[in-house]
């Protein structure tokens, strides 16, 4: 069954959307790298890099169904943020928005009768949860710790040695 016109322009957006995922955190990463938040920068650009594989798989879902990819450009996203809680609340402001995207993505499949996609993008409606909460998660931490720069440290110094963890199972 081909992908409706209105389906494939939808999915070719919404890789927009997921490589501009992908700058947003990359573009955290790197402020947050510049000052001095090594920890927290290094989990960015973990999250950067699913944000990338996110485009990747509906790239290749639309390889596996014959359909012409394209890719949309990309904004420039904000390259400095007023401190790390206003860093991390941009990219929960974000993953928010990911998430409106991928709903409606999800209603327009099933409205325009297409069950591949729909099931496609179960994946993508259940990593949303997950990444919504991660996101607030990390947000919750920060606040908690309140304008204290002790804080900050440890869960720096806590994301430093989650990043290291990550990347090594990855490497295995």
């Known amino acids: 069954m081909a992908i409706s016109k209105k389906v494939h322009e939808a999915l070719i957006g919404q890789i927009g959307r997921e490589f501009g995922a992908h700058f947003l955190y990359r573009s955290i990463?790197?402020?947050?790298?510049?000052?001095?938040?090594?920890?927290?920068?290094?989990?960015?650009?973990?999250?950067?890099?699913?944000?990338?594989?996110?485009?990747?798989?509906?790239?290749?879902?639309?390889?596996?169904?014959?359909?012409?990819?394209?890719?949309?450009?990309?904004?420039?996203?904000?390259?400095?943020?007023?401190?790390?809680?206003?860093?991390?609340?941009?990219?929960?402001?974000?993953?928010?928005?990911?998430?409106?995207?991928?709903?409606?993505?999800?209603?327009?499949?099933d409205e325009e009768n297409d069950p591949a996609t729909v099931s496609m993008l179960e994946w993508f409606v259940d990593e949303q949860v997950e990444e919504e909460h991660t996101v607030n998660s990390l947000l919750k931490r920060i606040d908690l710790s309140g304008p204290s720069d002790i804080g900050l440290f440890v869960i720096d110094s806590e994301m430093r040695g989650n990043a290291a963890a990550a990347a090594t199972a990855s490497a295995e």
């Open 29 to 109: 990463a790197m402020d947050l790298y510049h000052k001095g938040f090594q920890g927290i920068s290094a989990w960015m650009e973990q999250h950067a890099t699913e944000e990338y594989g996110h485009a990747e798989r509906i790239i290749a879902y639309l390889k596996e169904h014959d359909a012409k990819v394209t890719l949309p450009a990309v904004a420039q996203p904000t390259d400095t943020f007023a401190g790390v809680r206003e860093a991390v609340a941009a990219a929960l402001g974000h993953e928010k928005k990911l998430t409106a995207d991928i709903h409606a993505l999800h209603k327009l499949a």
